[in-house]
């Protein structure tokens, strides 16, 4: 088989998805092969000679571009190589990229022929502005953090660092620490106890907490630090290096020195900085709730009033939804789902962030409304000092045992799903979806106001939350499994268990996309209520 023959350069054209052209210099006429037509959108019609015409094909801010680089490359003799990629418009008006090679034919240094290849590259190169836009979020929530962060790799060089701990070892910019070591900067004693506590932290996999460390620096006097240190690993569970996050309180460790009578307060500020080196660990991890110590026991104790499921699939290796159970006391438990804008990088951020919120607005959990309240203030607070616009989505389910109800809130979260006991009211039928205010999501107004509905236990069997992942899911169509087909499968499931009624709703989803994958992050909590007390109303605040 003749390799250079035509028929199988077309195959190989085809299979490779390019198209070919040929020029010979300064001609008016240029050959296409038809691959060519069909990326500018003009099968069967002229297509302008690109080399002479750019304007008449590309887009107006790329034109000058190559236009240019066209120039040079015919006008230098030692260049051989013509590359270029650019932004074309289609009859339909719609913009594409188009990446362009070729190669110059030269007699006596003068270029007489070119020729070469185009591919159409959209998809790529909005992967690649994607990416970038990502990146560069994440570092305007890295760099206003108040706190110093860094990550090192296995040979404890700088991979990632963040403005402020790059100024605080006296360097302008984080780009220069990029493959230095903490022996670039710190005395003998400071970077071999540092090196010592990072080859335990990589061998135990134990982190460092709240340790307050003198350093010595070669050109500047002494400081203090409070540091965290923390193993660093992959999605996969492998092991990079180190991570570590810290705050200067030189000042304090000095006052108390001069002074033990401030030592109390000094204790209450350094408890403060201790949260926010919490809130800043939390805001470059996301901690799923089954992975604590305690999720089997938190779920175990109530098996005698309930059961619960959950389902967790995120789209990508950093998920935008999050939800935990809050153990309030023996007879009262809470149940919050979130589903932050997005998903990726920035969307795992803010879960973590809001992971470390609701610490704080713990004691605020026996009421939902109250409790919404908290995390929408804390976290609009948070985010007005960024640059990054982020919301989320929220809504918290208290089962109150003491009191017979199940009370729910929500902040422009889709409303649970509710089953209850046939024959309720006097055989009326009672609305699947919960009947909730449509209250503002958490991020936008720190004076966002939040209501309060409640349902009797008694009159309920089953609750499911659940995060718009599960029907915002196409069809080979383009079209969504919507909300409505989710309401249909959790009907029909009303003689099954909550286990299988949650599987049910998870593989009807999959088989209206044909079994392929979730596109956006799905998380679904189910209960099954056993034997709750008697309350014979509904009350709604």
């Known amino acids: 088989m003749d390799l250079f023959d035509p028929e199988n350069l077309e195959l190989t054209l085809k299979a490779s998805n390019e198209g070919i052209w040929d020029w010979s210099v300064g001609a008016t006429e240029i050959y296409y092969s038809d691959r060519v037509y069909q990326f500018f959108g003009l099968e069967g019609k002229e297509v302008p000679n690109l080399m002479l015409h750019p304007e008449e094909l590309l887009y107006k801010e790329d034109v000058s571009y190559f236009s240019n680089i066209l120039s040079l490359i015919l006008s230098d003799p030692d260049e051989e190589y013509f590359a270029a990629d650019c932004r074309f418009i289609k009859p339909d008006g719609a913009v594409y990229w188009l990446r362009v090679r070729g190669i110059v034919v030269r007699e006596e240094g003068v270029a007489v022929r070119m020729a070469g290849s185009m591919i159409e590259i959209t998809k790529r190169k909005n992967a690649e502005l994607q990416v970038s836009e990502e990146r560069n979020r994440l570092r305007l929530v890295i760099d206003n953090v108040p706190l110093q962060v860094y990550f090192k790799n296995k040979e404890f060089e700088y991979v990632l660092v963040n403005q402020r701990q790059a100024e605080w070892v006296g360097e302008s910019s984080p780009r220069n620490l990029m493959g230095k070591t903490a022996q670039d900067y710190f005395s003998s004693v400071s970077w071999e106890d540092s090196h010592r506590e990072e080859i335990e932290i990589m061998e135990t996999g134990k982190p460092l907490i709240g340790v307050i460390q003198r350093e010595e620096w070669p050109d500047k006097p002494p400081t203090y630090v409070k540091k965290m240190k923390y193993p660093w690993y992959n999605s996969e569970d492998v092991l990079l290096g180190t991570f570590g996050i810290s705050c200067d309180v030189t ?180 609305n699947t979806v919960a009947k909730l205010e449509k209250d503002p999501a958490l991020g ?98």
Not at 386 to 413: R, W
Request: aromatic share 8%; hydrophobic share 40%.
């Open 251 to 430: 000042q304090m460790v000095t006052a108390q020195k001069k002074l033990e009578s401030l030592a109390l307060a000094l204790q209450e500020m350094n408890h403060k900085f201790e949260e926010e080196l919490i809130l800043a660990r939390e805001i470059q991890f996301a901690i799923l709730p089954e992975n604590s110590s305690d999720w089997k026991e938190r779920i175990n104790q109530w098996k005698a009033r309930l059961d619960i499921e959950h389902l967790y699939i995120p789209a990508t290796e950093l998920a935008g939804d999050y939800y935990d159970i809050i153990h309030i006391d023996e007879n009262r438990i809470g149940f919050l789902i979130i589903d932050v804008m997005g998903h990726g990088i920035r969307s795992a951020l803010i879960v973590s962030l809001i992971k470390g919120l609701m610490e704080q607005a713990l004691p605020f959990a026996l009421d939902p409304a109250t409790y919404m309240d908290e995390l929408n203030r804390s976290l609009t607070t948070v985010l007005m000092k960024t640059s990054v616009t982020m919301f989320a989505s929220a809504c918290y389910v208290l089962l109150d045992y003491d009191k017979g109800v199940a009370a729910i809130s929500s902040a422009g979260h889709e409303a649970p799903l509710l089953q209850f006991k046939e024959n309720l009211l006097g055989g009326e039928n009672t």
């Open 444 to 541: 936008f107004f720190p004076d966002a106001e939040y209501h309060t509905v409640e349902y009797p236990l008694d009159s309920l069997e089953k609750i499911m939350l659940y995060t718009d992942g599960i029907y915002e899911m196409p069809n080979a169509e383009g079209e969504d499994w919507g909300s409505e087909k989710l309401v249909e499968v959790f009907e029909k499931c009303r003689d099954k268990s909550i286990e299988d009624t949650q599987a049910e709703v998870h593989q009807s989803a999959l088989n209206w996309a044909d079994g392929q994958g979730f596109l956006d992050d799905v998380c679904l909590i189910g209960l099954q209520l056993k034997s709750p007390k008697t309350v014979n109303k509904f009350n709604v605040k």
